[in-house]
């Protein structure tokens, strides 16, 4: 195989290889968001979701949830709770935490935080994190300061003396008199960066550690919504949180594995914090917004085009929420939040999965909107959710011709599919839209289900298609794994990239595939031939070859679909000088393998080095194996 770095394929994007977030499978509550409460505002469907009332001490009518309506629309429910001479452990409430229960480490540190309303002043607070066998792990008592009759907010710290993956917060009310009470919420204080209130730390850290070049948020189909009402709404997400209206979850109403109908956005994680993210593991911000149309897989409404105004208003008002100064209305609503320095986003999706003429009509008058204001902004568009069908060709062809920036192309496929379309954009048009690969897995058909579809067939299918989507960074720019996040206890997709439950995180092989394309993608694509061709297959191998100019490294990827080791030479030309030896890097397994809360490390990279002969190196290849060298050279 001759490797020519002196021959460029074309420039690798920067923001080649990133990440896909979307709050399914508990992604988002219950997931990366690490409040520990589930309803703390009482707003889901039924206001008790989450919640149990317990003690000899309470009668009917004691605990009562009041709809204020007018006085606060976004979060008009609260609890009130009128006591009578209730000790501590006669009268309270105890709430289960998201899938599975609360997740409570022994010597960490807890805030749990209430707004609260004194009408009769005399209750005191007995906060108790409780394991399965009731014992208490950690405790305090918190007795409401104001007396004013406004809500206030107040706060109480503990630390847990032990460890449960499955525990629950009680709250005991002592003494007599009545005090309302809303947005009860609990969060560990090993948040991401130690912010509080913040995002669970390892899952982040996962995401960090693929150097991903951009971060794709919200969604997915949930930007679309069940119906229009039930759409992504950006402005609703941003602000005091407890002013940030919930609404149903369109990832709790369908599909055979979803965990119970009690799945909500309470966006604590809104669009702030998906932008602060993104600044913080250094990806470019890329929004998804909704086009106008809800999703086609469930009502299908669509806004009239007299009446889309608004919607492309909130992606006009969204550049300047993130990147205005100060002096511009949603800049100042930015600055007032604690970012005073623009994000600089320079990428929107307008649209997820949408098709049909009447998702052309709106882009079209989208990317006229936006493009009139902020011609400098890239424009993504979706081909629905292809590929390679009639509804494809058609979109492909209109967002052609309306000269889209960059058209995002969605499959979840089988590994056979993966294996037949690694040439897949070998001839796509260098000259026109750039290739944003937005969703795509490999999916085993059969009766492996949740982590089980997350076998290295699937991830070694994928490494091999990546290869063409290195091959081509001319042409593509942008590539994510979807979905990101799983909850063992409470999904409803698979297969996904990164696994958890309350006290655990696991990278499946497929994470460890990404990772080393993310992390190892060079500067510009080199060829990487066999007799004149490159290889996309032919008898069972897929390579690709990158130069990283900054790092001063020549990188080639190899892909070994066959069922015996190969070996293969790799002739380095076009270059003066190689150092002696190389890192390479061995993933493999048998098909059938995978990673698990249990045997997280079942399948992960691993690194030895291999002397060059001069410009020349010898590489095994393992059956079934994605193998990496990375040389340096000056
Ligand atoms: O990734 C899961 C879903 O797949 C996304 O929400 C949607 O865009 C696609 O259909």
Redesign the pocket.
């Known amino acids: 195989i001759v490797v020519n770095a002196a021959k460029s394929e074309g420039k690798v994007s920067p923001t080649m290889w990133g990440v896909?977030f979307?709050d399914?499978n508990m992604g988002a509550d219950g997931g990366i968001y690490a409040e520990m409460v589930k309803n703390r505002s009482f707003e889901f469907l039924k206001p008790l979701m989450g919640w149990s009332v317990q003690g000899k001490k309470i009668g009917e009518g004691d605990l009562l949830i009041l709809n204020r309506q007018g006085a606060n629309l976004a979060n008009p429910r609260f609890l009130r709770a009128a006591i009578k001479g209730a000790a501590k452990g006669e009268a309270g409430m105890s709430n289960e935490g998201f899938k599975g229960g609360m997740g409570v480490k022994k010597g960490l540190k807890y805030d749990f935080s209430l707004m609260y309303r004194q009408q009769s002043p005399g209750i005191t607070l007995h906060v108790e994190l409780v394991d399965g066998q009731n014992k208490v792990l950690a405790a305090g008592s918190l007795k409401p300061a104001d007396a004013s009759g406004e809500w206030k907010s107040q706060e109480l710290s503990f630390i847990a003396d032990a460890t449960a993956a499955k525990a629950r917060m009680n709250i005991w009310f002592e003494g007599s008199g009545v005090l309302d009470m809303d947005m009860i919420s609990l969060f560990p204080t090993d948040t991401w960066k130690g912010r509080k209130k913040g995002m669970r730390a390892d899952m982040i850290q996962m995401l960090a550690d693929m150097k991903p070049g951009f971060i794709r948020f919200p969604?997915?189909?949930?930007?679309?919504g069940i119906d229009l009402a039930n759409r992504y709404q950006w402005k609703k997400t941003i602000g005091p949180i407890e002013e940030r209206q919930l609404i149903v979850n369109?990832?709790n109403v369908e599909f055979e594995h979803r965990p119970s109908p009690d799945y909500f956005q309470t966006f604590g994680l809104g669009f702030f914090e998906y932008f602060q993210l993104a600044e913080d593991i250094g990806a470019e911000a890329l929004p998804i917004l909704n086009c106008g149309m809800a999703c086609q897989?469930n009502t299908a409404e669509v806004v009239p085009l007299d009446q889309l105004d608004p919607y492309i208003q909130d992606a006009l008002d969204l550049i300047e929420f993130a990147n205005g100064d100060a002096s511009t209305e949603w800049g100042k609503v930015r600055a007032g939040m604690g970012h005073a320095e623009p994000f600089n986003m320079k990428y929107l999706g307008v649209g997820?999965?949408n098709w049909g003429p009447q998702y052309i009509e709106r882009a079209k008058a989208f990317q006229q909107a936006i493009k009139a204001k902020y011609p400098a902004i890239n424009l993504i568009f979706?081909s629905g959710?292809g590929p390679d069908n009639d509804e494809f060709r058609y979109l492909d062809k209109e967002l052609r011709s309306m000269k889209a920036d960059i058209i995002d192309e969605?499959y979840?496929r089988s590994p056979e599919w993966f294996l037949k379309n690694a040439a897949r954009y070998d001839n796509y048009d260098r000259q026109g839209a750039k290739i944003f690969a937005?969703?795509y897995?490999a999916h085993i058909k059969g009766n492996a289900i949740g982590s089980n579809r997350n076998i290295w067939q699937a991830a070694l299918a994928e490494a091999a298609f990546m290869t063409g989507l290195e091959r081509n960074a001319a042409v593509v720019n942008m590539a994510s794994y979807?979905?990101l996040f799983a909850n063992t206890e409470g999904w409803q997709?698979a297969p996904d990239l990164i696994w958890v439950d309350n006290m655990n995180i696991y990278g499946t092989p497929n994470y460890y595939v990404q990772k080393l394309f993310s992390t190892n993608k060079g500067t510009q694509v080199s060829t990487a031939l066999l007799d004149g061709k490159a290889l996309s297959g032919q008898d069972g191998l897929y390579v690709s070859a990158v130069l990283d100019e900054l790092k001063k490294e020549v990188i080639v990827k190899l892909v070994n679909t066959n069922e015996t080791e190969r070996t293969k030479q790799v002739n380095f030309e076009g270059i003066k000088k190689l150092a002696a030896s190389g890192k390479l890097t061995t993933v493999k397994g048998d098909l059938t393998d995978q990673n698990s809360i249990e045997k997280p490390s079942n399948i992960v990279p691993a690194e030895s080095m291999l002397k060059l002969k001069g410009k020349n190196a010898v590489i095994k290849m393992p059956a079934n194996s994605f193998v990496m060298l990375k040389v340096s050279y000056k």
């Open positions: 896909f979307e399914i969604g997915g189909c949930i930007v679309e369109r990832w897989f997820n999965e979706s959710t969605h979840y937005g969703e897995a979807a979905p997709w």
